[in-house]
């Protein structure tokens, strides 16, 4: 029984003599760590602090929440502090569109919608002819010019007074920038062919 408590007591003072607990006493030692994340009241990722070695061994190095004082850790945390460190934002130069690029576009856009047909097909109400069994609205024909032209119109823009209720080709006039010259025609409009579903 004696020589059981004699190996203790040997084991008990190497652990004296670690490198690591080296001028401390067994109640008070303390180890430095190097934090990997942010812990409340601990201290910030990247930063060397001391703590007990149970709650390092128990909960920090577990989590991997922090990694022992040593240049082989140390080396690493600097490597990644640097590649995760945030970039430096580059300058994004915005070049403004000059009236001329914007009256340009607007033009190719408009010649676009004067040459193009617009498709819709509707059902339409049985017994009646060509009566649809609901109108073609504004929002309607905006959203297939923008599904169909890929161009975008300001409801303002379209003028129809009302809905479109019968089958047929119908002209529907565009209110557009004076900036942009008229086509032959004298006026801007919007060819819609309406068909049976």
Known sequence: MACLHYRKNVLRRSLMHHPLYAAQGVRYRKLEVILTTTIDKLGRAGEMVKVA??????HLMPKLLAVPNIDKFAHLIRE???IYQAKEVE?????SKTEELSVKEYEAAANRLA?????IRKFIIEGKGN???DPVSKEEILAEVARQLQVQIEP???QLP???SSLG????PLRLSKSIPKPAGDEWTLNIKIRKR
């Not at 070695?53 to 128990?58: D, L, Q, T, V």
């Not at 300058?91 to 070049?95: D, L, M, N, Q, R």
């Not at 040459?115 to 498709?119: D, E, Q, R, V």
């Open 53 to 58: 070695p149970g709650y390092f061994r128990n």
């Open 91 to 95: 300058e994004v130069k915005v070049v």
């Open 80 to 82: 990644q502090r640097e």
């Open 169 to 172: 080709e119908y002209k529907v």
């Open 162 to 164: 009302t809905p479109l």
């Open 115 to 119: 040459s193009a047909k617009l498709n």
């Open 131 to 133: 009566e649809l069994r």
């Open 156 to 158: 303002e823009n379209l």
